[in-house]
Nanobody, 121 residues
Framework: QVQLVESGGGLVELGGSLTLSCAAS????????MSWYRQAPGKQRELVAF???????HYVDSLKGRFTIFRDNAKNTMTLQMNSLKPEDTAVYYC???????????????WGRGTQVTVSL
């Protein structure tokens, strides 16, 4: 079984920073692209950023310069550094990853359960 567990969410004031972490565990042979998504109340889940196994990153345009994604392939972890937070960043943040359990066969897509980020005025 593979698990993705997010941590690091919480309450922060306008302009503050938070660091979210995602740890993958279980039967893992390799991890492909890892992503952060978020879902605000009453809205659809949306992509925040992703990072490939080779370290190529992509950010939603509106978040460039404030958020930074990186990963540690040796530890099967991914981190999202969030700076200059705004109330509109309030959402549940989810970790997503393509994970292969063996050297043969295709990868599967997994989701974490999410971590709440709340930005107050």
């Amino acid at each position: 079984q593979v698990q993705l567990v997010e941590s690091g969410g919480g309450l922060v004031e306008l302009g503050g920073s938070l660091t979210l972490s995602c740890a993958a565990s279980g039967s893992i042979f390799s991890i492909g692209t890892m992503s952060w998504y978020r879902q605000a109340p009453g809205k659809q889940r949306e992509l925040v950023a992703f990072i490939t196994s080779g370290g190529i990153t992509h950010y939603v345009d509106s978040l460039k310069g404030r958020f930074t994604i990186f990963r540690d392939n040796a530890k099967n972890t991914m981190t999202l550094q969030m700076n200059s937070l705004k109330p509109e960043d309030t959402a549940v943040y989810y970790c997503n990853a393509d994970i292969s359990a063996s050297p043969i066969g295709s990868s599967r897509n997994f989701w974490g359960r999410g971590t709440q980020v709340t930005v107050s005025l």
